[in-house]
């Protein structure tokens, strides 16, 4: 995963689905089971740093 220099806070669904290589539905569904929705009428947002700690909890440690 690369690391931008300026980074966004927030981002929508398709491009966050980008960011993070998977499906926009399935990205859709981990924002809501982590929280990371923010709702502004009809413009939704996913916080990245709420998100990115949710994503953490599905890692394997061998």
């Known amino acids: 995963m690369q690391q931008k220099v300026n980074k966004k806070r927030f981002v929508r669904y398709k491009e966050g689905a980008e960011i ?13 089971d982590a929280g990371a929705i923010y ?3 009809k413009l939704v947002l996913v916080n990245c740093d709420i998100f990115e700690a949710y994503l953490e909890t599905f890692r394997i440690v061998d």
Do not use: G, I, P, R
Request: hydrophobic share 30%; aromatic share 12%.
């Open 20 to 32: 993070y290589s998977m499906c926009q539905s399935k990205f859709e569904q981990m924002a809501k």
């Open 39 to 41: 709702k502004l009428n």
